[in-house]
């Protein structure tokens, strides 16, 4: 089935260190993962992306990794600041379309 | 660059009453999606357009529910007759190609809809 786990659900973190989000996928889907930043009051941004022919991408204090064999991949922030609370939603691609995780509710405290 | 336009940001309106959300997609992009959001039940797909055309309604949830795109730069989703339990935030999202094509779709910042 079409089904993407993610945890946890609330993540709370001192500014300044790191962050990780996990999210594992089930077999069906594709060898496209997107993540996504939620803030208050406005759509989910694109902050970073991995595709399965490669482990790991970075992209300044953020990066994913992946993990073919075990079906996960997780979202790793560091030296977090204030501005990095929001919630984090993983995707995985089955077929033509995405399903979403949960989310994570990631706070930043100064 | 313009992102993916969505209106009205917020609509509060009785139950009964016919609602209808518009999205502008992102110039160029040939794919159109339109999610709900709520907290119970997260993000859902409702239906997905290609080149203008419907691909997968399935998550549709019942023929109160409909959705149009006219052409590549306009779509609608309307509900008639709308209910309490169709409150949701709903956006709208674009991208390039087919959803194969493991293109990222970029979102519009949401229709925040109150039905009473």
Redesign the interface.
Known sequence: GENVEQHPSTLSVQEGDSAVIKCTYSDSASNYFPWYKQELGKGPQLIIDIRSNVGEKKDQRIAVTLNKTAKHFSLHITETQPEDSAVYFCAGLYGQNFVFGPGTRLSVLP | DAG?IQSPRHEVTEMGQEVTLRCKPISGHNSL?WYRQTMMR??E?LI?F?NNVP??DSGMPEDRFSAKMPNASFSTLKIQPSEPRDSAVY?C?SSLG???S?Q???????TRLSIL
Do not use: K, R
């Not at chain 2, 990222?104 to 949401?110: L, T």
């Open positions: 993916v999606f997260g993000l797909l997905y290609n691909i997968d956006f999202a087919t959803g194969t493991n990222p779709q970029h979102f519009g910042d949401g």
